[in-house]
């Protein structure tokens, strides 16, 4: 009651002001009308100074007074004050402080003149009344009120039942049943009721209830019947007792309570002339048993379920059957009606609300709407109360409607006007209603409008004041859809409309709202609701019905089928088909073809289901052998595909879903993105490609179309469009190229730990391929301003972003293409000039404005050293082209074009199509034609612009201070690797570039060298590709073999583009000065010789992978040797010793790795069939019998001696360096096998993955060789000078030949592989078939030279170290090899120049020092390499400044001997028809050794004694103190043939003998 708290000041000046207040106070309250609140108020102010009096704040006899005065305001105010005193007699009398108590006694006897006795007996406590005065005993009081009671309340009238007369009822009900149109009034009724009562003695209970019964026969006359109940009833409960003992009345089995009853009990309840609380009491059945009825439909709609989802057994069906029959039985007996339903839907009839709800919260959740009655009842309802909204906002233009009467209640919920209002009632009345709106389809239309009027409100409306309400609004509607429209479908049978009006709504919402929205429905819905429970076995059932009959024959008529299933449950469907897809595969295409029947609702739907199953938990993505991926995402991944090209379904869920996979580091569901693109936009990635495929791709994107791919997708115009639009939308385009690139790496480091090898292979394969697949789409289907503005700068994306170079380029490259078109386009504008050279100039001019930003960027993608041998313009113009800025596929072209002529000719042949199907198919024919032939014409042009373009470029692309070999080393590195492996348009294009730069005559560009690096360094390559990477690794090597084939076939055709070029010549100068001398060009022949080398590379490389035993090995060369098959093997030993290797294979693997066997098995048909263009191996390069036996260990060097291409190859040795290089292992004193060696070399590695040249052949050859070398090395440590070098060597030397010898003999027979040994024969006897042909053969190497070798190596090894670019690995090589290669001053990679650009290097110490890091880091034998660095350095800085000083001198006289070097030249030439010239720079990719007495004295024989000695004094004049010149070694040979001619002998007869 305390609700008004008087000032504290009132009482304190209470007789100054505080009286007066509270007077004025009491008399404003007394004129409020508020509803009896005033009431309230009054007795609030009362109290509050009633209680000042009981604690003693003020006196007794000031507030009586005041009390006093205030009685005159009010009637009733005494009986307010009695209220109050009793409320201070309950209060003082608990309390235990007695001086309260009396305060309060003495207030209320102060106040007995003004309050009656009457009210105060009433009110308060006999024992209070007793301390008055006003009774004498609290006890007789007491006893005295139980008597009256009991009177009243027990005891019988007995005159009523003897007095009353039946004809004063029969007057009543007369007087209630007139009629009531005229003036008759309640009032009047109820005096003619009073006087009947009195007339006639008539009990007032007993009229109440008959008039009770006339209101029930008359109930549509509410308003009178209830005015006259109000005024003429005495106490509410009496009424709810005699309504009670009504219903109960009718509480027997079969037995129906009449709706009147019903309606007149709403109505009471609605005048609030009854509780809710008294009446429900008398209402059956009870509370506990509604619930128990709930929870059993709930059982027994799960065992019907059940039932429905099993096997039966048919005796059990019988059985079920009879218990079904029982149950029935004893539902025949009818159950007594529901009274709380039947007064609930009389409530929902007249529109109270309020009471409807606290009957419902009563009960179970939708127990009462499970009833259609109630629930129609209060669809009703929620019609009345929307309304006024619907036909504002929701009616649809053009609808007309019809407009419903409002209730006549005035307690009824309020019509709404606004969406705000709807939260008031409307949408609590629909939660009630839940699933069971689907009674009403037409309310479900008028929601679902007005969420779609609201939703197009919230999108426009911005205001930020509104924003708050209208969220909550938003989640409002979110709810009701939830728990009422997508149950009510649910429970809709197949009602198409609805659900197209409900999609109206969804495509509104953004993705994850109607995501959410779909997961509840499918989960969690129907486990809540019996009938839904029902509805969801049910659909499983009919959907297994379907799918056990769907084929490809019965599409049209299981489609409509599953249509009609799929209107009301598609959930439960969906759910259904796609479990039956995961376990059968060749039920995707029927399923997707008969899908066309489903609603726009029920493809986004879909769209969710395919979701949540590739996201399920529970499932493995992989198979138990943890190698593939399971075929439930294979299947799941193809439906994708197949669903979402053919149908309008929203992608954006799912490209979402992929990235989030992809961010999360699973690259698994990369397969769904994959099938999407290809399907969706008819790009299509494949490594099987055939040749005429991968030309088509090099075209336009027409010719791509129509040529590039397997399966000729048409009509993709649309889907592909969707397809971007929903990339761009939700900004996912850039984010999945940067997540797949970056994952690439991601499958190797972080997925891969536990994975099965071949796995992380086939994952890595599928994020790449997808990641170009999806990179080809963009840029082709985005538009310029679209791909510009998503895509970063190249230094962005790597530096920033860590997307990998190959990747970053591929996402930039179409930018680049657009931004130079679009500038050539400007620039024709400005000026306007059609001649071709103006055009060739503006297009040059565009590029260099796009892509001088470029080259500034890519400065930073690399450290600063690699510019020193690359330019940024060569690197970034190699990164930016592609295939069709190189070449036009002419034949791709000309072939499709009468593809196309072909099918016009078939369509006019054709009589069985009609006319006008003719005609469209012919006009579509020509339109591809007319495109194909303008696209070949665009793109020659625009591949002569290319051309020109890098014609002008060509001389600045790189630098002439580095050496080929380094530049090579880079481009390899950087360029050609990364790239060739990244597509196989790339591997075609590497190729290409390659040959292009070679004809484009680019300076310092040595093109057999980089043939060279390519060809005879495959292992490493081969063994870190995965299966696609080599596929196009194998299609690159094909490519490169195509060109080298073409050039060895055809003396003329090399004679045309390759002699001349500079790429062909032999001597590396790093000067730049590339031309001239015909002696320095590779003539026909020896070339011949280098390509037979390569081939044998090729063929050592491969029988090393095959005897690995490695899967990945194995696997990866055979995919290689495959692709390579049309140009390798050509030579008939060297493919008869692969294909001993691969049947080798074939027999291990054959129950052990299928997957090899059939690679193997493969592969070795095709080689037989290639057997018949395989020619012998004097045919494949010329040879010449040998006139005297020579030894082979000293003719030849097997390939891995460094045997790089050069000028002066030797034919002698070439026809059998196999046989050379075993037998030259086996003379450094070795007895490690090959394989074992090659598994170490695995381990060496270097900056590009092929080593500087010269230690990756040694890794893979001379391994053998090491051990001892180092010892020879260590033992023959140069002394202060060459001279006594050269005394010690001399002196040794005798003792060290005789023990290699016998040890050549012996290692020779015991190690040399069989198939190497039919080689050494082979190249015996052609070696002595040269010897007879008058050609000089060369010798073994003698003693002499060697120790010579080794003075001049150990000092050469130095500069060379300090030179090279990449590190050397002693442990991998022969160091003594790689010295006498440093003399020897042949074309191998290994080394990084000539002899004369050793001494140039050496200008720049920085470059100095950071190789020689490199050099003793890779060591692996640290106390030899410090010693020997040490060695070197001390050397180096001694001889420094003395080669300054020579280089001065050699080009101060280079005038004065300009006539000796053109002799000199000359004479090399001569002598590179022998291959047997030591003067020159360059030797045979496979000659180490130096040149016997013998040999010298031919060519002295060939040159005047004044040439020599000129040649002698030139070269001394040019050489500087570390490095001797070539005559001066000749000079040195001629003295020691003098000294040791015995020794040459016994040498002779120890070559004889090993032969």
Not at 295 to 316: D, G, H
Not at 530 to 555: D, F, G, S
Not at 867 to 883: E, H, V
């Amino acid at each position: 009651m305390a609700t008004l708290i008087l000032p504290g000041e009132w009482i304190k000046n209470w007789e100054k002001s505080g009286k007066h207040e509270f007077v004025q106070l009491c008399k404003e309250l007394t004129e409020k009308t508020d509803h009896g609140n005033e009431t309230k108020d009054i007795q609030a102010a009362l109290y509050e100074v009633c209680s000042q009096v009981v604690q003693g704040n003020l006196k007794i006899d000031l507030v009586s007074a005041v009390l006093g005065e205030m009685m005159e305001l009010r009637d009733d105010l005494p009986s307010i004050l009695a209220d109050v005193f009793c409320i201070l007699d309950l209060e003082t009398g608990a309390l235990e402080e007695k001086n309260k108590r009396d305060h309060y006694t003495h207030l209320v006897g102060a106040c007995l003149s003004f309050v009656p006795e009457a009210i105060l007996k009433e009110r308060l406590d006999p024992e209070t009344l007793e301390s008055l005065g006003l009774i004498k005993q609290a006890h007789q009081f007491n006893q005295k009120i139980v008597k009256i009671k009991t009177k009243l309340f027990y005891k019988q009238q007995k005159f009523n039942l003897l007095r009353e007369e039946n004809e004063g009822y029969a007057k009543l009900i007369t007087e209630l049943g007139q009629d009531l149109s005229g003036n008759i009034t309640s009032n009047l009724v109820l005096e003619s009721i009073k006087s009947l009562i009195g007339c006639f003695n008539l009990d007032p209970n007993r009229v109440l209830d008959i008039i009770l019964e006339v209101y029930e026969s008359r109930s549509e006359q509410d308003e009178f019947f209830l005015s006259l109940i109000k005024s003429y009833m005495c106490e509410p409960i009496t009424l709810c007792h005699i309504l009670g003992f009504k219903f109960k009345f009718y509480q027997e089995p079969n037995e129906e309570t009449p709706k009147s009853l019903y309606h007149i009990a709403a109505a009471l309840l609605n005048h609030k002339l009854i509780e809710l609380e008294d009446l429900y009491v008398h209402l059956m059945p009870v509370d506990a048993t509604i619930v128990e009825e709930h929870k059993r439909e709930i059982s027994e709609a799960k065992q019907i379920a059940r039932k429905l989802v099993t096997v039966v057994l048919p005796s059990e069906k019988s059985e079920d059957k009879e218990k079904e029959k029982e149950k029935e039985e004893e539902k025949n007996e009818k159950p007594p009606d529901n009274q709380k339903l039947g007064l609930l839907e009389a409530l929902l009839r007249i529109g109270d609300w309020h009471h409807a709800q606290s009957i419902m919260d009563q009960m179970p959740s939708f127990y009462a709407t499970s009833h259609k009655a109630i629930a129609l009842a209060l669809c009703q309802l929620v019609h009345l109360t929307m309304e006024p909204l619907y036909r504002r906002a929701g009616v649809p233009k053009g609808a007309k409607g019809c407009a419903l009467q409002p209730l006549q209640n005035k307690r009824a919920p309020q019509p709404t006007e606004s969406f705000e209002d709807l939260r008031k009632n409307t949408f609590s009345m629909l939660c009630y209603l839940g699933p069971h709106l689907s009674h009403d389809p037409i309310l479900f239309a008028k929601i679902v409008r007005l969420g779609k009027s609201f939703m197009k409100e919230y999108q426009t409306d911005s205001r930020p004041e509104v924003k708050d309400k209208m969220e909550i609004l938003l989640s409002c509607f979110l709810s009701i859809a939830d728990q009422v429209l997508l149950p009510s479908l649910s429970l809709m049978e197949c009602n198409a409309c609805m659900s197209e009006e409900l999609w109206g709504l969804f495509k509104l919402f953004p993705y994850q709202h109607r995501y959410r929205l779909y997961g509840q429905w499918k989960n969690e819905t129907y486990s809540g609701h019996p009938l839904l429970v029902k509805v969801k076995a049910q659909t499983v059932e009919r959907a297994r019905y379907i799918m056990k009959r769907l084929t490809k024959e019965n599409i049209k008529q299981s489609g409509r089928q599953i249509g009609k299933l799929s209107h009301s449950n598609p959930t439960i469907l969906f759910d259904y088909m796609l479990s039956q897809i995961q376990w059968y595969d060749n039920l995707i295409v029927p399923v997707v073809d008969s899908l066309k029947y489903l609603t726009s609702l029920n493809y986004d739907v879909l769209a969710y289901c395919i979701i949540e199953a590739l996201a399920n938990p529970e499932k493995e993505k992989m198979k138990h052998d943890d190698t593939t991926l399971s075929l439930w995402l294979q299947s799941l991944a193809s439906l994708c595909g197949a669903v979402f090209r053919k149908y309008p379904i929203e992608l954006a869920g799912l490209l979402q879903y992929v990235t989030n996979q992809l961010k999360a580091g699973k690259s698994f569901d990369l397969l769904i993105l994959k099938e999407v693109v290809q399907k969706m936009a008819g790009i299509e990635i494949t490594d099987e490609m055939t040749s005429e495929q991968l030309e088509a791709m090099t075209g336009g994107e027409q010719l791509k179309a129509e040529g590039g791919y397997f399966g000729q997708i048409r009509n993709t115009k649309k889907s592909s469009q969707r397809l971007k639009d929903a990339l761009l939308d939700h900004e996912l385009a850039l984010p999945l190229c940067l997540l797949m690139a970056q994952q690439r790496n991601g499958v190797v480091f972080l997925e891969g730990g536990e994975k099965h090898l071949k796995l992380v292979g086939h994952l890595y394969d599928q994020c790449h391929d997808t990641l170009v697949q999806f990179g080809g789409f963009l840029a082709s289907n985005l538009s310029t301003e679209d791909y510009i503005k998503r895509v970063p700068s190249i230094d962005v994306l790597c530096n920033q972003f860590h997307t990998p170079h190959d990747a970053a380029f591929f996402l930039s490259r179409p930018m680049y293409a657009h931004q130079i078109l679009s500038k050539y386009e400007e620039l024709k504008k400005a000026e306007k000039g059609n001649r071709q050279q103006q055009k060739v100039t503006k297009y040059v001019a565009a590029c260099e404005q796009v892509m001088t930003p470029v080259h500034e960027a890519v400065m930073s993608l690399h450290p600063a050293r690699v510019w020193d041998d690359l330019r940024p313009q060569f690197y970034a113009t190699f990164w930016s082209l592609t295939m069709y800025d190189l070449a036009v596929p002419h034949a791709a072209y000309e072939r499709e074009v009468n593809k196309l002529k072909a099918q016009i000719k078939a369509i006019e042949e054709n009589s069985e199509i009609p006319l006008n199907k003719k005609k469209k198919e012919k006009e579509r024919c020509t339109a591809l034609q007319e495109k194909l032939q303008e696209e070949e014409k665009k793109q020659m042009e625009h591949v002569q612009r290319v051309l020109h373009r890098l014609k002008l470029e060509k001389d600045s692309w790189l630098l002439t201070k580095s050496t080929k070999n380094e530049t090579i080393t880079k481009f390899l590195q950087l360029c050609l690797f990364p790239r060739c492996i990244f597509s196989s348009i790339d591997a075609v294009y590497c190729a290409r570039f390659v040959e292009l730069v070679h004809q484009q005559k680019t300076p310092n560009f040595c093109t057999l060298l980089c043939y060279d690096r390519v060809f005879s360094a495959i292992i490493y390559t081969v063994a870190s590709c995965t299966e696609n990477e080599s596929h196009r690794y194998g299609r690159f090597l094909c490519c490169m073999l195509e060109t080298v084939t073409r050039w060895h076939s055809n003396r003329a055709v090399y004679e045309k583009e390759c002699a001349n070029y500079p790429g062909f010549l032999t001597i590396f100068r790093a000067t730049g000065f590339d031309g001239g001398n015909k002696a320095d060009q590779l003539d026909y022949e020896n070339f011949r010789h280098v390509v037979h080398k390569w081939h044998y590379m090729l063929t050592k490389a491969s029988v090393h992978c095959l005897e690995t035993g490695d899967y990945t090995h194995i696997r990866n060369i055979l995919i290689v040797l495959t692709k390579i098959l049309p140009c390798y093997p050509k030579v008939l030993n060297l493919g008869q010793a692969l294909e001993a290797r691969v049947h080798k294979i074939c027999l291990e693997e054959k129950d052990k790795r299928p997957d090899l066997y059939a690679l193997a098995m493969g592969y070795s048909g095709r080689l037989k069939s290639q057997k018949v263009h395989m020619v012998p191996e004097n045919e494949f390069h010329h040879k010449d019998q040998p006139a005297r036996s020579a030894t082979p260990a000293s003719q030849q060097n097997g390939p891995g001696s460094a045997g790089k291409p050069a000028a002066n190859t030797s034919k002698t040795e070439e026809g059998g360096f196999e046989d050379g290089d075993r037998v030259k292992d086996k003379s450094q004193g070795t007895t490690k096998p090959v394989n074992k060696a090659n598994s170490t070399a695995a381990k060496v590695t270097t900056s590009n993955g092929n080593g500087a040249l010269n230690s990756t052949k040694a890794v893979k050859d001379d391994k053998e060789k090491s051990g001892k070398e180092k010892k020879e090395k260590k033992e023959k440590t140069p002394g202060s000078t060459p001279e006594t070098k050269a005394e010690n060597r001399r002196e040794k030397q005798r003792d060290e030949r005789a023990g290699k010898e016998e040890r050549l003999l012996r290692e020779g027979k015991e190690k040399t592989p069989k198939a190497d040994r039919k080689l050494d024969e082979k190249s015996g006897k052609d070696d002595k078939a040269k010897a007879g042909n008058g050609e000089p053969v060369e010798p073994a190497r003698d003693a002499v030279k060697e120790s010579k070798n080794k003075e001049k190596g150990d000092r050469n090894a130095a500069i060379a170290t300090l030179k090279s670019p990449n590190p050397r690995s002693d442990s991998a090589e022969s160091e003594r090899d790689h010295k006498r290669r440093k003399l020897d001053s042949h074309s191998s990679p290994s080394h990084s120049s000539s002899v004369k650009d050793s001494s140039n290097e050496l200008k720049d110490p920085a470059t100095k020092q950071h190789i020689n890091f490199n050099s003793v880091a890779r060591s692996k034998s640290r106390e030899r390499e410090v010693e020997k660095k040490d060695t070197e350095s001390v050397q180096g800085r001694s001889k420094e400044k003395k080669e300054e000083k020579e280089r001065k001198e050699r080009k101060r006289d280079h005038a004065v001997n300009e006539r000796e070097a053109s002799q000199e030249s000359k004479r090399r030439k001569d002598e590179n028809g022998t291959n047997s010239s030591k003067n020159s720079q360059s030797t045979s990719p496979s000659c180490d050794s130096p040149l016997t007495p013998e040999k010298e004295k031919t060519k002295r024989s060939k040159s005047s004694s004044k040439e020599k000695a000129e040649s002698v004094k030139a070269e001394r004049a040019s050489s500087g103190g570390k490095k001797e010149s070539r005559h001066e070694k000749s000079e040195k040979k001629e003295k020691r043939d003098s000294a040791g001619g015995k020794e040459e002998k016994k040498h002779h007869k120890s070559s004889d003998k090993h032969r």
